[in-house]
């Protein structure tokens, strides 16, 4: 059985950094496509960044330069650095997996149950 479980989220100032992690169980991690995913409650889900199973990156243009995805496949982990926080950054957390495929399709099979970020100014 497939488990995402988030951690890392919690309360932060602009400008200020978190890490989150996404532990990952029950399936062949290194051959899934990964992805963050952010939601703020009465909007759409926002795709934050994703990464390939070959270690290919993409990010939301919101949050290039400022946010980095990286994953390990001995743990089984997916992380998400955030620095340079914003009040806009504010969410509910997911991390999200796909797979198996080489390439990120955005069909995601698997979500997490989210872990709550806010940033103050």
């Known amino acids: 059985q497939v488990q995402l479980v988030e951690s890392g989220g919690g309360s932060a100032q602009a400008g200020g950094s978190l890490r989150l992690s996404c532990a990952a169980s029950g399936y062949t991690y290194s051959s899934y496509c990964m992805a963050w995913f952010r939601q703020v409650p009465g909007k759409a889900r926002e795709g934050v960044a994703a990464?390939?199973?070959?270690?290919?990156?993409s990010y939301a243009d919101s949050v290039k330069g400022r946010f980095t995805i990286s994953k390990d496949n001995a743990k089984n982990n997916l992380y998400l650095q955030m620095n340079s926080l914003k009040p806009e950054d504010t969410a509910m957390y997911y991390c999200a997996a796909e797979g198996p495929v080489k390439y990120c399709t955005g069909g995601y099979n698997y979500w997490g149950q989210g872990t709550q970020v806010t940033v103050s100014s």
């Open positions: 990464i390939d199973s070959d270690g290919s990156t």
